[in-house]
């Protein structure tokens, strides 16, 4: 799920006010297409005007800007026609025929259809014009030339639009092409090769960014979401909470600006598609040895007030511990993430004030972090694989290095 993530929608074109021969149902459609891809989550910087850009999108060989995609003529992409954005989104490829990066997900978003992609942009030449030029990206060299995108493309790309199932029903099909394409699920969940490419055989079987963990969303019963009906899918994409877990980091900002925004018929056709994706079966992890649970165990007497002593926690306010899926991921990143930093819960209508997790950075050694997740990855059922002081350590410092 920014998707982790969390990148989305670059480069999208059209020109202010609504044009001749698009009426506003077009433009409201346009709109909900907009939403569900969650393009304003990259192309809004933090207290800029919404879709002018200039948020910075970390990847593993430098920082990318994302555009202004407002109706500019100068610094937004005012010009553009429909063709100019379907090739942006279809082919990836950009002004003057140059490559786009792959953090603009178009090897997803490939799979729009002409007619949706059309709507797209009459909904974006409603935008106001916000004058807001396109920083440059800071890459590695020699990623500064785009002309090597086509051994990438070759190596990772498969151009072509999304086509039903017709052994599957039209509510598997519909949740299908708004995970595959206008969601972009996998650019966050699926796990990348050393050149960011997707490891397509492990499909949204999780996957890093932003030192955040994307997790398993497969219907893997122990790291995945085996274990949710329809109707926790649907209540987590709507509200950022279910029995299960809460949502938090680019996740929460996911839920939070498109999919509590959609239709509930769509978030069910997500459900329906998720839970019949299998994944591969995690393998349980033999016990830690008792010293270290034992140390573990003492470290829990503070978390155990909000978490309770059989971490089965307050369902939608404390997030159960027992079970979850994401407590249980091999890649502990995000648990400890959220050890150092805390996190707050997402206000929804129902639940305006959610509960909020402490951050333990200058309370907790790295090894009593990594004693007491340990201890919480491996008991009331659980299984994970150690977290070592080192882990600990290596991300405290990725976090709060100088920027």
Request: aromatic content about 8%; proline content about 7%.
């Amino acid at each position: 799920m920014r998707r982790l993530v969390l990148l989305s929608c670059l480069l999208l074109g059209a020109a202010h006010g609504t044009a001749v021969g698009q009426d506003e149902s077009e433009v409201e459609r346009g709109r909900y297409l907009v939403t569900a891809a969650d393009c304003a989550a990259c192309h809004t910087a933090p207290g800029g005007a919404a879709f002018a850009g200039g948020r910075a999108i970390a990847t593993p060989f430098g920082t990318l800007y994302a555009p202004n995609i407002t109706s500019d003529r100068e610094t937004g992409i005012g010009t553009w026609s429909d063709d100019d954005l379907y090739k942006a989104l279809h082919s990836g490829r950009g002004h003057g025929d140059a490559h786009l990066y792959p953090a603009f997900p178009y090897p997803y978003f490939t799979r729009l259809t002409r007619e949706d992609v059309v709507a797209m942009r009459a909904y974006l030449a409603t935008v106001p014009p916000v004058k807001n030029v396109w920083r440059a990206a800071t890459l590695w060299w020699p990623l500064r030339y785009r002309f090597l995108m086509t051994g990438w493309n070759l190596l990772y790309f498969d151009e072509g639009t999304f086509r039903p199932n017709p052994d599957k029903s039209a509510a598997w099909n519909r949740g299908a092409y708004l995970v595959q394409a206008l969601g972009h699920c996998g650019a966050c969940h699926t796990p990348k090769t050393m050149l960011g490419g997707d490891r397509s055989s492990h499909a949204l079987e999780g996957g890093l960014f932003d030192n955040w963990l994307a997790p398993n969303i497969t219907g893997d019963s122990r790291i995945g979401i085996g274990r949710w009906s329809e109707d926790d899918v649907v209540e987590y994409l709507a509200t950022g909470h279910n029995a299960h877990t809460d949502a938090a980091g680019p996740m929460a900002e996911v839920i939070a600006s498109s999919t509590s925004k959609l239709h509930k018929e769509d978030l069910r056709a997500i459900a329906i598609y998720l839970k019949d994706q299998k994944g591969s079966a995690g393998a349980p992890m033999p016990a830690p040895p008792r010293d270290v649970m034992a140390a573990g165990e003492k470290v829990y007497d503070i978390c155990a007030a909000c978490h309770e002593d059989d971490g089965k926690g307050q369902p939608r306010l404390f997030t159960p511990l027992a079970g979850n899926a994401a407590v249980q991921s091999p890649d502990p990143t995000t648990i400890i993430r959220l050890t150092l930093q805390g996190a707050d819960g997402l206000p929804t209508a129902s639940q305006p004030t959610p509960g909020t997790m402490p951050g333990y950075r200058s309370k907790l050694s790295d090894e009593q972090i990594a004693a007491v997740l340990t201890y919480i990855r491996n008991s009331w059922g659980n299984s994970a694989p150690m977290v070592s002081a080192s882990d600990v350590k290596a991300l405290r410092e990725r976090l709060h290095a100088p920027q």
